[in-house]
């Protein structure tokens, strides 16, 4: 299994101001990912964060606008940029760890508030 | 594009009753998954189902997967209140462990 811990829990920002969430394993893991859960809606996935290079990008997503770092093999950062209004959602870190098996967990989540 | 559509979305029912949520998928996948959401809460796994005819059962729940129809299936035997939750069908999508489309989530209230 594996054990996240995603700060902050929650925010309330201003818009044109970014946020910086950070997501901490308690394990090696190959894997990171973020993922967006608007209000009352199903889970999109931003990004899938590699460790020594730059992050993966879904469609509808773009660097300038969600910057991840991804420094070892424990921790990635997901930054917010410029953000308004519709950028108030939960997003959550999700794993799946190295030592195998195919569940992947998920982290509690930040929910971001956009004013 | 992969769909994954989720019926119902949302369900009420009473406790002791039976009932089952679909998801049905637009594409080959060879992961499905299921998750289960408390309100403000994280997903929490139920099930991962990998092969055509995997079928898992946790207490009340029980998951099935046809990969030839696909389509899976979360059935719920005698509910209880403490099953109210939104339940979450997830498809793996190529290589890459991770890259999820998730269904909009089955809303589940169980009534005494």
């Known amino acids: 299994s594996a054990v996240i811990s995603q700060k902050p829990s929650r925010d309330i920002c201003q818009r044109g101001t970014s946020l910086t969430i950070q997501c901490q394993v308690d394990?090696?893991?190959?894997?990171m990912f973020w993922y967006r859960q608007q209000p009352g809606q199903s889970l999109t996935l931003i990004a899938t964060?590699?460790?020594?290079?730059?992050?993966?990008?879904e469609s509808g997503f773009v660097i300038d606008k969600f910057p991840i770092s991804r420094p070892n093999l424990t921790f990635s950062t997901l930054t917010v940029s410029n953000m308004s209004p519709e950028d108030s959602s939960i997003y959550l870190c999700?794993?799946?760890?190295?030592?195998?098996?195919?569940?992947?967990?998920f982290g509690a989540g930040t929910r971001l508030s956009v004013l | 594009e992969l769909k994954v559509e989720q019926n119902p979305l949302f369900l009420s029912m009473q406790e002791g009753k039976n009932y089952t949520i679909y998801c049905n998928y637009s594409t080959t996948s060879d992961r499905l998954y299921w998750y289960r959401q408390d309100p403000g809460k994280s997903l929490e796994s139920l099930f991962v189902?990998?092969?055509?005819?995997a079928v898992k059962q946790e207490g009340r729940l029980m998951a099935s997967l046809d990969t030839k129809a696909r389509l899976s299936t979360l059935h719920i035997t005698a509910a209880v209140h403490d099953l109210s939750a939104t339940y979450f069908c997830a498809v793996g999508i190529g290589g890459s462990q991770g890259n999820l489309i998730f269904g909009k989530g089955t809303k589940l209230s169980v009534k005494p």
């Open positions: 964060a590699n460790q020594g290079s730059e992050a993966t990008y």
């Open positions: 394990s090696q893991v190959t894997m």
């Open positions: 999700s794993v799946v760890p190295t030592s195998g098996g195919n569940i992947q967990y």
């Open positions: 189902l990998l092969s055509n005819g």
